[in-house]
T-cell receptor, first 113, second 114 residues
Framework: GENVEQHPSTLSVQEGDSAVIKCTYS??????FPWYKQELGKGPQLIID?????GEKKDQRIAVTLNKTAKHFSLHITETQPEDSAVYFC????????????FGKGITLSVRP | EAQVTQNPRYLITVTGKKLTVTCSQN?????MSWYRQDPGLGLRQIYY???????DKGDVPEGYKVSRKEKRNFPLILESPSPNQTSLYFC?????????????FGSGTQLSVL
């Protein structure tokens, strides 16, 4: 089955700096890669996703890049703000009727004011 | 408002006392799933349901039961809770019928088994 790894488990950046969170996956058949943000005391919420037919997707201050050859994808957050502090989960799956989303273990991002 | 509602938000119980965590969604989603979140282990799937009366095991189903008698409800049942089931639980749903993989999560249930 799919195995998704996130490293490191914590990341601290200065407000205004950029943050990059990387994930690797094992199953070359995976074709959908979402990122979820979990704020303190809340459930995870989808913030951006990418499918394997594109290499990059951007939504305001966040972007995701995908390298299918190396089997890794990254979340990029520019001009970080304190409200970006949260746990971020990457995930991967091969879409289909019986697809199963496999999550990474999560990374805690802290934005220092 | 589109949402997934879990109850209770917090629960403290003792070993062996049966409990049910309820989950309800108002988006007419076919797919529903339960996850547990533990420090250092991320989100692990317990059970999922592709539609009414269709349920299947996830990665960590031992000690749990589910049922899907109605489309909107997907309760998680712990027949005989044990301390290793102390965890943060999330229910989620999605509209797989549209090949839309986006998961909507509830706010979570923090369970402590003493």
């Amino acid at each position: 089955g799919e195995n998704v790894e996130q490293h490191p488990s914590t990341l601290s950046v200065q407000e205004g700096d950029s943050a990059v969170i990387k994930c690797t996956y094992s199953d070359s058949a995976s074709n959908y890669f979402p990122w979820y943000k979990q704020e303190l005391g809340k459930g995870p919420q989808l913030i951006i996703d990418i499918r394997s037919n594109v290499g990059e997707k951007k939504d305001q201050r966040i972007a995701v890049t995908l390298n299918k050859t190396a089997k890794h994808f990254s979340l990029h957050i520019t001009e970080t703000q304190p409200e970006d502090s949260a746990v971020y989960f990457c995930a991967a799956t091969k879409t289909g009727a019986n697809s199963k989303l496999t999550f990474g273990k999560g990374i805690t991002l802290s934005v220092r004011p | 408002e589109a949402q997934v509602t879990q109850n209770p938000r917090y629960l403290i119980t003792v070993t062996g006392k049966k409990l049910t965590v309820t989950c309800s969604q108002n988006m007419n989603h076919e797919y529903m799933s339960w996850y547990r979140q533990d420090p250092g282990l991320g989100l692990r799937q317990i059970y999922y349901s592709m539609n009414v009366e269709v349920t299947d095991k996830g990665d960590v189903p031992e000690g749990y039961k589910v049922s899907r008698k109605e489309k909107r409800n997907f309760p998680l049942i712990l027949e005989s809770p044990s301390p290793n089931q102390t965890s943060l639980y999330f229910c989620a749903s999605s509209d797989r019928g549209q090949l839309n993989e986006k998961l909507f999560f509830g706010s979570g249930t923090q369970l402590s088994v003493l």
